[in-house]
């Protein structure tokens, strides 16, 4: 019934409510975020004697936020205030995306700042860091040429990005060779990403890599160093 009354209707933001576990809401959930038209839809989901596990799962099927029971009525405004604003915020990035795809900045299939930007990206990056005086580290990373079988590009760069955090950045220096921008990071923290994408990578295969912390130091500078740091890997 609930499912019929999405019918051509797409409403601003759903608050469902799911107690004692109930599967028909998970299911519902699951159904909407196939159905392109409510894709983005945020969902706020009214918990009441749900466990830890379905909670979860509901995140993992694209709910928006959580409320528990009782409500208070001021709280339950708050939160579909935050999930219209998050829901605003996450279509802006999307667009934004498309745009720089759209450009040439990023590949459409990996997500990755393409060859082509990548000085011009990193400068940028560089620059705001000495600017608001934040740490910050740069990796330039490749395949062992040990492990042939991680040659491929794209395979590579999905291991990369799984092993880093969400606001890090992956860069194409070359077919091979790539650059991990590390926000707020000091050189333990690199090494510890580093060691996070070998062990990603599995016992058949391997990676060496460079990596600079900045302070004032020059774009050229940054960008020789980390290239005969990798060399010597």
């Known amino acids: 019934e609930a499912q019929n009354m999405f019918d051509g209707f797409a409403p601003n ?22 159905n392109d038209l409510y894709k983005t839809l945020p969902i706020l989901l009214i918990n009441e004697n749900c466990s830890r596990e379905t909670i979860i799962e509901a995140f993992d099927n694209g709910i928006s936020d959580v409320l528990f029971m009782p409500i208070i009525d001021y709280e339950l405004l708050i939160r579909v205030i935050w999930c219209l604003q998050k829901n605003e915020l996450n279509l802006s990035i999307e667009s934004n995306k498309k745009l720089m795809i759209d450009l040439g900045i990023l590949q459409s299939d990996t997500g990755v700042y393409t060859q082509k930007y990548f000085n011009e990206f990193l400068k940028n990056e560089i620059a705001q860091t000495k600017k608001y005086s934040q740490n910050a580290c740069i990796l330039l990373i490749a395949p062992d040429k040990k492990y042939p079988e991680y040659k491929n590009p794209k395979e590579f760069i999905s291991i990369i990005k799984k092993s880093v955090r969400i606001n890090d950045s992956v860069v194409i220096k070359d077919v091979d060779k790539f650059y991990v921008y590390l926000q707020k990071t000091k050189l333990n923290g690199a090494y510890r990403v580093f060691e996070r994408i070998n062990t990603n990578l599995g016992i058949d295969a391997g990676a060496n890599a460079g990596v600079v912390e900045l302070h004032e130091q020059k774009f050229e500078d940054i960008k020789e160093a980390l290239d005969a740091t990798l060399e010597k890997a």
């Open 13 to 34: 933001v759903l608050i469902l409510h799911c107690d004692n576990n109930n599967i028909n809401a998970i299911n519902l959930i699951k159904q909407l975020k196939k």
